[in-house]
């Protein structure tokens, strides 16, 4: 059960579950102080010892003759600079007479049951009231007259702190908001390993590390999506905590636009964390009477390692952020054309591959990018949501109704935030477009960027997009975003507004989703950008699951799907079984091992299944008819990281049911190794008194209790660690195995 406790004396809030401890109080000056975040400890009235009030030579005090209030020495729960602080702030607001310095004093405070919906934005929700306890701290700067509302939501259960911060401007000046971070959080110390997950297109998510160190550590994206560069999630770890053990904090923002996720070590070693919209370029307008909600951001703690950070994360975001009929179910298998065909297809083609699809067990035919407008390739057509009757002569209707004749389900691809200059909509509508009036226009794969911060934009494309979902039977919905953005402007915004366009964008995303999921709420919607370039938590509000990247080869998912799991659940993952050699990195793998790593996502498959030899379809009916048993302990089940891509030769993973009577064990080896030592592998989270059944394919290899498999390990040792033996598979480069354990 969680708690939130107000000594009304000393003006200290307590917010603690099972797990944490949130403690803040009210510091002299009337500002609000942060005391302790971490490991829970016991409710009492007092807790002044934990503001540190030493003076020191050469600070600058708050108070003439009080040498012990210095806001640089103080933990500040949401910093301001300018008035003693001078580390970089969590707020910055621009008031008419050219000043930014603010000070927010304590003024009340509201406890109320469950956890409020932020208008316009995806958040985590509750389902029932007893599930979380939200504090708003009402703090108002006298002199701008802004006033703050700091939103904290404690659930019942995990290290879950879930912060954001609203602005309301009561008095009668006109501000811009410079910056208006989601969350601020001071440490007492800076004993820590900032983990980030970077890369770029197709190698998107990768597990970084490095020790903070005095100065500024950061990560962001200033591309108008959270990209595939760097994503909206950071970890600080103790440097002596690993996956299953030792204090982890985790940091993830709800948002799909410019992030900064900072960590700011100051010369007394303390660590500020700053996240939110990347204040570059943001600047929003507040005039008497507005208000601005900022994202949500999500902070997990605790000392049971990173993969208990992880499952945290997993558990909220799979049950309490993504929505909807798809949320709990399990995911269709679907095949998509665009390895199979790219845009060179006919009816007749999509049709053989299809049939051959369902001969397989596949439940859903997606149709990629293409069949729209005049797109027969990327230069043209985007914007035009109209069937191009050339290719598909009786419509998306026709087509869908032949598949489903097939006794599969019909899915859709769309880009519905793009237009190509080579449109029906751009011909119509030049001035739609993120642009400045006589500078160039970039382009990113010959497209613009629709304005959605207009709304009669996004009115017109939801009318072309619902126009096709209520005409024809259309179960899936993929949603692309291939661009980043440049020269963001409107046209339709005065000059003093122009800072708020990026953040204007992404609200008129979620708007349109919004409006899709609620109009065809059993639409399966998947988002994508090129890839991961928007493999965020924002999104998966929307869209319960997510192409992670459009690196297709088994090998380099390991380290994508690996890198993405830290915060993400394995039923967000989209992972699909592509051709051999792979279309990205033209490496040649063993088709078992291209359906070992997907299965661990949304499966599915993007080839041409009608070029397969029959001894291949042979093993996709297998693989097939194995998801549909095991898909909903992969994608629902407990997942483990075992043995990491980014450390060696060998990956492995594991997921476990709710009642660990199964569990899926996935090992990958990349390249072959000869004379090998032996190798076991200590699985996790078995009940320990289970006897469990271990095979591997059809093959028994025997039965193992909980405790022998945890501690003393499941033995993966195999031919190459010496000679093959009768009826033992020689192994070859980037081989893998399923083990299957029921229990
Ligand atoms: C990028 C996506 O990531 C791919 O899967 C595919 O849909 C192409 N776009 C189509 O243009």
Not at 22 to 50: C, D
Not at 51 to 77: D, F, N, W
Not at 400 to 405: F, M, Q, W
Not at 589 to 594: D, E, G, K, S
Request: charged letters at 25%; glycine letters at 8%.
């Amino acid at each position: 059960m969680m708690s939130i406790i107000f000594n009304e004396e000393n003006k200290t809030f307590h917010l603690y579950n099972d797990t944490i401890s949130y403690i803040m109080t009210v510091l002299p000056n009337g500002t609000m102080g942060q005391l302790y975040f971490g490991k829970r400890i016991r409710p009492r009235g007092e807790y002044a010892h934990l503001i540190e009030m030493q003076p020191r030579a050469m600070g600058s005090y708050v108070y003439e003759g009080i040498r012990t209030l210095s806001l640089e020495h103080m933990k500040c729960e949401y910093g301001t600079y300018g008035s003693t602080d001078y580390r970089f702030p969590a707020v910055e607001i621009l008031q008419e007479n050219g000043s930014r310095i603010s000070e927010f004093c304590y003024t009340s405070h509201t406890i109320t049951p469950g956890k409020p919906k932020l208008a316009g934005l995806p958040a985590t929700y509750t389902e029932d009231d007893s599930e979380a306890e939200t504090l708003t701290l009402v703090l108002t700067d006298r002199v701008s007259g802004v006033q703050l509302e700091l939103l904290y939501t404690i659930f019942a259960h995990g290290g879950i702190l879930a912060r954001s911060a609203r602005f309301s401007n009561i008095g009668n000046q006109t501000l811009h908001l410079l910056k208006a971070m989601s969350l601020c959080l001071d440490l007492p110390d800076c004993d820590y390993d900032f983990m980030h997950f970077s890369g770029a297109w197709s190698r998107e998510r990768h597990v970084k590390v490095r020790h903070l160190e005095s100065g500024i550590q950061s990560v962001g994206s200033m591309r108008g999506h959270s990209s595939h560069e760097h994503n909206p999630f950071v970890i600080l770890k103790r440097p002596t905590a690993d996956e299953f053990q030792g204090e982890v904090l985790g940091f993830s923002l709800i948002y799909s636009g410019n992030f900064l996720a900072q960590a700011e070590v100051d010369t007394h070693d303390t660590t500020r964390i700053l996240m939110g919209i990347h204040p570059e370029w943001f600047d929003w307008k507040l005039v008497p009477g507005e208000t601005f909600q900022t994202p949500e951001a999500v902070m997990v703690y605790t000392d049971r390692g990173i993969n208990d950070m992880s499952q945290t994360f997993h558990e909220l975001y799979r049950s309490r952020l993504a929505r909807g009929y798809w949320r709990d179910r399990p995911r269709p298998i679907l095949i998509n054309n665009w390895e199979a065909t790219y845009f060179d297809f006919t009816e007749e083609k999509l049709l053989t591959i299809a049939k051959t699809a369902k001969e397989c067990g596949i439940e859903l035919f997606v149709l990629d990018d293409g069949w729209f407008g005049q797109r027969r390739n990327d230069r043209a057509g985007l914007g035009d949501w109209k069937v191009n009757t050339d290719l598909l002569p009786d419509g998306i209707t026709g087509i869908a109704e032949k598949i489903e004749a097939l006794g599969m389900k019909f899915g859709l691809w769309f880009e519905p935030e793009m237009v190509n200059k080579d449109s029906d909509l751009y011909r119509a509508h030049p001035d739609w477009i993120l642009s400045v009036p006589e500078r160039n226009h970039s382009h990113g794969r010959y497209q613009h960027v629709l304005d959605f911060s207009r709304k009669e934009i996004v009115d017109c494309i939801y009318d072309m997009m619902a126009d096709v979902l209520g005409t024809a039977k259309v179960s899936y919905v993929k949603w692309d975003m291939n661009r980043s953005i440049t020269e963001c402007w409107s046209h339709a915004l005065s000059p003093d507004r122009q800072g708020e366009v990026f953040h204007r964008y992404i609200l008129g995303v979620y708007d349109l989703y919004e409006r899709l999921t609620s109009a065809f709420p059993e639409i399966l919607f998947e988002s994508c950008a090129s890839g991961g370039a928007r493999f965020d938590p924002g999104l998966l509000y929307y869209a319960p699951q997510c192409w992670t990247s459009d690196d297709t080869d088994a090998i380099e998912r390991l380290k994508i799907q690996y890198g993405t799991s830290y915060c993400y659940p394995v039923s967000s993952m989209g992972a699909h079984v592509s051709v051999s050699p792979n279309h990205q990195v033209f490496r040649t793998t063993p088709l078992h091992t291209r359906a070992n790593v997907a299965c661990f996502g949304t499966f599915g498959y993007e080839l041409d299944l009608s070029r397969l030899s029959e001894d291949e379809l042979c093993q996709v009916k297998k693989q097939v008819a194995f998801m549909k048993e095991y898909r909903a302990l992969l994608q629902f089940g407990t997942f483990y990281r075992l043995e990491s891509p980014f450390g060696g030769n060998i990956t492995a993973w594991m997921s476990v049911s709710d009642n660990a009577d199964r569990a899926v064990v996935g090992w990958y080896r990349t390249l072959n190794a000869v004379n090998a030592p032996y190798s076991r592998l200590r699985l996790k989270g078995l009940d320990p008194d289970r006897l469990y059944k271990v095979r591997v394919d059809d093959r028994l290899i025997g039965e193992f209790y909980g405790d022998e498999l945890m501690y003393a390990g499941l033995v993966t040792s195999d031919g190459s660690s010496g000679e093959i033996l009768d009826g033992q598979k020689p192994s070859c480069d980037f081989d893998s195995r399923l083990f299957i354990l029921e229990g």
